[in-house]
């Protein structure tokens, strides 16, 4: 049930109310000394809760985005494949002493 947030029309008085969004507007003002109108405020609204795991930042990336980061990606794996050969060959620093 969402929170509603109202002023008073003649005091002034603002206050917030919990209440289900098919109950009716409240129209009388609670304060003891006053006999006004209240009117309902446009509230900001909740935001979005995730609950649960899985729910990531980049889940929702655009599609250029995804694109862009792929040929990235696939750009820089065969410069790792190049580097990584030479260091597994036999010569460089393990050779035997002269």
Do not use: W
């Amino acid at each position: 049930m969402p929170t509603y947030d109202y002023r008073c029309e003649s005091c002034g008085h603002q206050f917030e109310v919990f209440q289900g969004m098919n109950d009716p507007k409240l129209e009388d003002c609670p304060a003891e000394d006053c006999d006004g109108r209240v009117k309902r405020l446009l509230g900001t609204g909740a935001g979005v809760i995730f609950k649960g795991g899985g729910f990531y930042q980049t889940d929702y990336r655009s599609e250029s985005y995804k694109k862009g980061a792929k040929k990235e990606s696939e750009a820089s794996k065969p410069a790792e494949k190049k580097e990584s050969k030479p260091s597994s060959s036999g010569s460089g620093a393990g050779g035997s002493p002269s």
